[in-house]
Structures are given as C-alpha cells and as structure tokens.
C-alpha cells in the first residue's frame, strides 16, 4: 500500500486526526519541542524533555557514560504564525558502535597505539602535504629475542613487557611524532620534524639505551633491547610502503651486527637483499636436485680411544662443487619454512649410507641428528620425525641434539615431544650448553642423555680460571643428573691435556681428533681414529702432538 498517494487521494481519519498525531509524538523514540517566534515552548514530548536535562547536565565529551544527542532543526508555519520545531535523537550506541569499529580497525587493542592502516595513512597524508618535500624519518623498531621472553615467561609477561616498552618510548616522542605497533614486536616511528642526522642518530641511541634498563613485571627482572631501522623522507622513498621497506631492510642489517644498535638505510641493502634472493632460489634448487649431504664428525670416548657416536652435518655442495658449511644457510632455511624438510633428507641419507658408518665406526656408535629449535616446538613435525626414526627399526641408534633454547622455553618440546622419543627408546642431547638461556630449574626437569659443552667454555681452557670453575660446575650437574657430559670444539693438544688430567670428562668432539668427513673420507678417517688408546692419546697430547688420524679436506664453519 502505498500510504504517500493513498493520504493524498484523501485525509487520514480526519476526526481523530490531532488526538493520534499527539500520541504519536508522546510516543515517539526521538525528542519534538516546538517553539513560539517569540521563544516560547508551546510543545515537548518527553523524549525531548530528557535530551534537554541531558544537554544541561554537561557532560564531558569524553566521559564514556555520557548520553550523545544530535539535534535538528525545521521552519514551521501554521494559521499566519512561525514555529520553531527542534527533532533530537539519542545517538549513544550509534556512536559508541562507530567509535568501536574506529578503534578496531586504526588501533591496536593492547597497547593502544595506531595500528598499521593509521600510520600509513598519516605518512601518506604528511608526503600529499608537503608540497616543499619537508624531510622526516622512519623507523622500525624491532624488539629482540621477543620470542624467547615470551615463550620462557608465557605470553601474560611478554604483553606487558611490550606495554611498559611502549611506555618507554612515549617518554621520548614529540608531541608532533607517532608510534604505531605494525606487527607482534614492531613498531614504526615516525619522526617529524626531522632533525640534523647526528642528533637524529643520537636521539635513537639514547632511546635504545633506555630500553635496555631492566624491566620488573610479574616478580621478573627482564632484560630487553632494540634494533632499529631508519629510512628518510624524500631521500629514501616517495611513498610509505617504499619507506618501511627500507627501514625494515635497515633494521635487519642492524641485527646481523650487534643487537640492539641502529642502521641508517642505505641502497646497498638493497643489493643485499637481491642476493638473499638469489640464495634462497638456489638452495631451493638443491632441495630439488638433492645437492645437500652430510658430513659425519666422530664423538670420541679420549680416556678409552673409543669413537661412540658419529654427528650427521648438513652441508651444501653447490652447482660449481663449492662446499658451504651450514653457517652460509640453515638460518635462511629456517626462516624459509625448510628445515622440515631437509632434516627429513638428512635421515634419508645417513640410514642409506649406514652400511659404510658400521664398517667405519661400528654398528654400536650412535647417530645425532640436529633439530632447529623452531621445529621442536612443532608437534605435527616432530610426531612425523619420531615415526621415521621408528620405522628404522633401530631407533636407539639415534640421538636428537637441539638446543638449549628448545628444552627451557615454555614450549610444547617437554610436555608433548619428549615422551614421544623416550618410548621409541631415541636419545637426547642439549647442544651448545652455556651458550643461550641455560636455567638450571629448567634443567632438573629434563630428562637428556647427553650435554654438550659449548666450544666458547674449552677454547683455551688451560689459561681461564674461570672456565675452569664452570666446566667443572657443569661435570658435576651432569653426574648428579645422570647425563653424559661431552666437550665440543676440542682443537688443541692443550685442551685435551686439561680435559684428561683436571676433570673425570670421558667424551669429546672437535678438530683435534676430527674433522667431519664425507662418506668417500669415513673409512680412512675412521682407520685412524681406531688406532687411538687412552695411554697413547694421552702420551700424545702431553707432547703437544694430534692423534695419528689422517683427515678429510677442512669443511670449514660450525656444526649445524
């Protein structure tokens, strides 16, 4: 029905008319007040009467308890006199709703600082503004090891560490500047005004000094820092997204030096980052054309002149025959997603070549494996890796080395992963002891087999009092907790000597007895190595002489 043309084809109940219109407006969920030429109320609803007292009471704007009215107004002409009729709604949850979806889609909800949207908007608006091409700075702002705050203290402490953080920062911002967190430890800064580049560095430094102080949450002293990246308007872009990249990029060269330091951008990044690019094609390309293989360092028994154990070491033989240890491109593999599956390659290779590593070292010695510690706290890989050491059928041959980093953070590793290779009867070894986040608490929750001393605790051992004392601290730990302790990185007759002559350690790893050997140099490597007795090592070593080992071609870098 069409009630426009069906009112104007005749009136609407003509008799009761005024009695309905007047109980309308009585009714009506909106405010009507009709005013005299002279300013005289001669009619207001209730709803109108509510808005009034609620417009007198005078509450502040942001007061979030506050009733919002908008008001209209309209011209009125009836029987030769003027009216002034005012319309008011009640706009509360209307607005509140807006203000809402404002904040949700321009701010982030835990630190309430502009989100990534608003800061790009802002510099985008600043560039169309400027029409001198006024300079100003971006910088990203990248909290480092957040990860392993978070993971260690839970994720309760790690938000409020990123609060305090940003607290921080206010401190040193403008009133002209603007902070917006842009990722889960990121923050971009803009900085306008720009001021002259050495006060501009020197105001950075001073902030990333700051946010090294302790932080206290929760009962925890909390050590932190920054590295940051800085890219300048008009020099290094003409747009947002060109200025972060480049300060992203920046940033990332500030972590590959010190952590917690400041890069400026500049457009050998660039360069820099073309080869990153390039690498990762082609370490791709030997994923598929299956160029990765393995080294095989020994684990030596140096009080028996036993070899126990052999470490599978990834590396890379490139298409020019080029050998790359895993320095040059396992954290690239890591952060590429592909660790997964070249640790599965690894396997694959080590149990086709065990033939060859029996002949070699005897069908008791055990096999360790490495695992980066982002794919331990990875259950769906792990439980995949736990069925293929399984399906050897030997699955006590192997040992899992990962780092300390997998064992004390607050990760799935010990509560999920570690039954599941305790009930195939596979070992576990905490590799680089003393190098990272060694918790000793933590440690008497663990259940390894093995403990490998860091390399950087035995480099020149004979000459540092206070290695000494950690070492045997740590030989100790071991004996109370039932673990092996191992030495990693033994490389001169000197350390060996203070190993066997200072301590009760029996197994070591390292160059002087030693380099990792490829399958073509296992067998001669390991005739050498069999001829080793503890009373000759020991006679050897005491005159400054390496075992009679003959040794493959150096291999260069760490074991991965």
């Given at each position: 029905?069409?009630l426009?043309?069906e009112?104007?084809?005749?009136?609407?109940?003509?008799a009761?008319?005024?009695?309905?219109?007047?109980?309308?407006?009585?009714?009506?969920?909106?405010?009507?007040?009709?005013?005299?030429?002279?300013?005289?109320?001669?009619?207001?609803?209730?709803?109108?009467?509510?808005?009034?007292?609620?417009?007198?009471?005078?509450?502040?704007?942001?007061?979030?308890?506050?009733?919002?009215?908008e008001?209209?107004?309209?011209?009125?002409?009836?029987?030769?006199?003027?009216?002034?009729?005012?319309?008011?709604?009640?706009?509360?949850?209307?607005?509140?709703?807006?203000?809402?979806?404002?904040?949700?889609?321009?701010f982030d909800?835990?630190?309430?600082?502009?989100?990534?949207?608003?800061?790009?908007?802002?510099?985008?608006?600043l560039?169309?503004?400027a029409?001198?091409?006024?300079?100003?700075?971006l910088?990203?702002?990248?909290?480092?090891?957040?990860?392993?705050?978070?993971?260690?203290?839970?994720?309760?402490?790690?938000?409020?560490?990123?609060?305090?953080?940003?607290?921080?920062?206010?401190?040193c911002?403008?009133?002209?500047?603007?902070?917006?967190?842009?990722?889960?430890?990121?923050?971009?800064?803009?900085?306008?005004?720009?001021?002259?580049?050495?006060?501009?560095?020197?105001?950075?430094?001073?902030?990333?000094?700051?946010?090294?102080?302790p932080?206290?949450?929760?009962g925890h002293?909390?050590f932190?820092?920054?590295?940051?990246?800085?890219?300048?308007?008009p020099?290094?872009?003409?747009?947002?997204?060109?200025?972060?990249?480049?300060?992203?990029?920046?940033?990332?060269r500030a972590?590959?030096?010190?952590?917690?330091g400041?890069?400026?951008?500049d457009?050998?990044?660039?360069?820099?980052?073309?080869?990153?690019?390039?690498?990762?094609?082609?370490?791709?390309?030997?994923?598929?054309?299956?160029?990765?293989?393995?080294?095989?360092?020994?684990?030596?028994?140096?009080r028996?002149?036993?070899?126990?154990?052999?470490?599978?070491?990834?590396?890379w033989?490139?298409?020019?025959?080029?050998?790359?240890?895993?320095?040059?491109?396992?954290?690239l593999?890591?952060?590429?997603?592909?660790?997964?599956?070249?640790?599965?390659?690894?396997?694959?290779?080590?149990?086709?070549?065990?033939?060859?590593?029996?002949?070699?070292?005897?069908?008791?010695?055990?096999?360790?494996?490495?695992?980066?510690?982002k794919?331990?706290?990875?259950?769906?890989?792990?439980?995949?890796?736990?069925r293929?050491?399984?399906?050897?059928?030997?699955?006590?041959?192997?040992?899992?080395?990962?780092?300390?980093?997998?064992?004390?953070?607050?990760?799935?590793?010990?509560?999920?992963?570690?039954?599941?290779?305790?009930?195939?009867?596979?070992?576990?070894?905490?590799?680089?002891?003393?190098a990272?986040?060694?918790?000793?608490?933590?440690l008497?929750?663990?259940?390894?087999?093995?403990?490998?001393?860091?390399?950087?605790?035995?480099?020149?051992?004979?000459?540092?009092?206070r290695?000494?004392?950690?070492?045997?601290?740590?030989?100790?730990?071991?004996?109370?907790l039932?673990?092996?302790?191992?030495?990693?990185?033994?490389?001169?007759?000197?350390e060996?000597?203070?190993?066997?002559?200072?301590?009760?350690?029996?197994?070591?790893?390292?160059?002087?007895?030693?380099?990792?050997?490829?399958?073509?140099d296992?067998?001669?490597?390991?005739?050498?190595?069999?001829?080793?007795?503890?009373?000759?090592?020991?006679?050897?070593?005491?005159?400054?002489?390496?075992?009679?080992?003959?040794r493959?071609?150096?291999?260069?870098?760490?074991?991965?």
């Amino acid at each position: 029905m069409d009630l426009t043309n069906e009112a104007a084809a005749k009136p609407l109940l003509p008799a009761e008319a005024p009695d309905l219109l007047a109980a309308v407006l009585r009714g009506a969920p909106f405010g009507v007040s009709v005013r005299s030429a002279e300013g005289e109320v001669v009619y207001a609803n209730t709803v109108a009467c509510d808005h009034a007292a609620s417009a007198q009471a005078g509450a502040a704007p942001s007061d979030r308890a506050a009733r919002i009215v908008e008001f209209g107004r309209a011209a009125v002409a009836w029987r030769d006199r003027s009216y002034d009729a005012t319309f008011s709604f009640d706009v509360t949850q209307q607005r509140r709703l807006e203000e809402d979806l404002f904040r949700r889609a321009y701010f982030d909800e835990l630190t309430s600082l502009p989100n990534r949207s608003l800061m790009e908007q802002a510099v985008n608006g600043l560039i169309a503004e400027a029409a001198a091409r006024t300079p100003f700075a971006l910088a990203f702002i990248d909290i480092d090891n957040f990860k392993h705050i978070n993971d260690y203290y839970g994720h309760g402490v790690g938000d409020a560490l990123l609060v305090n953080i940003v607290r921080r920062i206010g401190y040193c911002l403008r009133p002209s500047d603007m902070l917006a967190r842009v990722g889960g430890d990121e923050f971009v800064l803009l900085i306008n005004p720009l001021s002259p580049l050495e006060a501009l560095a020197g105001d950075i430094e001073a902030l990333l000094q700051r946010l090294k102080e302790p932080f206290f949450i929760d009962g925890h002293e909390i050590f932190s820092s920054a590295s940051v990246g800085v890219s300048l308007y008009p020099r290094d872009g003409a747009d947002y997204d060109v200025l972060r990249a480049h300060a992203d990029n920046a940033m990332y060269r500030a972590k590959s030096g010190t952590k917690g330091g400041i890069h400026f951008f500049d457009p050998n990044i660039g360069h820099a980052a073309a080869e990153r690019a390039k690498t990762e094609q082609r370490l791709r390309l030997a994923i598929r054309d299956q160029r990765l293989c393995c080294a095989y360092q020994p684990k030596v028994d140096f009080r028996s002149g036993t070899v126990t154990g052999v470490e599978a070491l990834l590396r890379w033989r490139d298409e020019e025959g080029v050998i790359h240890p895993p320095g040059d491109f396992v954290n690239l593999a890591v952060e590429l997603g592909l660790m997964d599956e070249i640790t599965m390659l690894v396997l694959d290779e080590t149990m086709a070549s065990l033939d060859r590593i029996d002949q070699a070292f005897g069908p008791e010695a055990r096999i360790s494996l490495n695992v980066a510690a982002k794919q331990a706290d990875k259950v769906p890989f792990m439980r995949e890796l736990v069925r293929a050491l399984d399906a050897t059928g030997m699955p006590q041959r192997f040992m899992v080395e990962l780092t300390e980093e997998a064992f004390f953070a607050k990760s799935q590793f010990q509560s999920h992963i570690l039954p599941m290779l305790r009930e195939i009867g596979a070992g576990v070894s905490i590799d680089d002891f003393g190098a990272g986040y060694s918790s000793l608490s933590a440690l008497a929750d663990i259940t390894a087999d093995e403990i490998k001393v860091d390399r950087s605790f035995i480099a020149s051992i004979h000459q540092r009092p206070r290695s000494q004392s950690i070492l045997r601290a740590i030989e100790s730990l071991g004996a109370a907790l039932d673990m092996a302790v191992l030495v990693e990185g033994v490389e001169t007759a000197e350390e060996l000597t203070y190993l066997m002559a200072a301590t009760r350690i029996r197994f070591a790893q390292g160059f002087y007895f030693a380099r990792p050997l490829f399958l073509d140099d296992v067998a001669e490597g390991a005739a050498g190595l069999a001829q080793m007795r503890a009373p000759r090592l020991a006679r050897e070593a005491s005159l400054g002489r390496r075992p009679p080992v003959r040794r493959s071609r150096p291999l260069g870098g760490r074991a991965f």
